[in-house]
């Protein structure tokens, strides 16, 4: 398990590859039938009260990350239109190798400082059954089982959490 330190910063338009990157290992890695466009993420990349995360090894924060350097994990948000002042958590996931050093729950809590600051109150999550640990480490970090929010055709849990 790698021992150096990781910072995650919102991405930029000029990380939308490696955002793009990311996100494609995701849906991979957990078989995910219905994916983001590239102008969904687009729209989340560039969106006023959306937003990529990403995590870079090695990285210090404000710094520019060297052009070999490639981003470990992403985590995405965007406004749920169908309710007021809530936003959905999207496609959280870092790479094996970097799993359980802490940057999964790092993303997390920039991504909810983000929502708090846009003046969301309330955020959503879907995920499925065979992702136990994804669930577990969301019940840790305060979300609550809710009911189906979305047509998710792969989602079998549906979780929510008050930022105020």
Known sequence: MPSHPFTVRKAGN?????AFRLIEEYCTEIDVVVRDSPAELEHYLKGKQSGIWLAWPDARAGAEVPQDTTAIGCIVLRPL???????EIKRLYVQQLYRGVGIAKAMLLALEEYAAAQGFETLYLDTK???QAAVRFYEGSGYRHCERYNDNPQATIFMQKRLR
Do not use: R
């Not at 000029?14 to 490696?18: G, I, L, N, S």
């Not at 239109?81 to 936003?87: D, G, I, R, T, V």
């Open 14 to 18: 000029t990380e939308a590859a490696e």
């Open 81 to 87: 239109p169908q309710f007021e002042k809530a936003c």
């Open 129 to 131: 059954q065979d992702l």
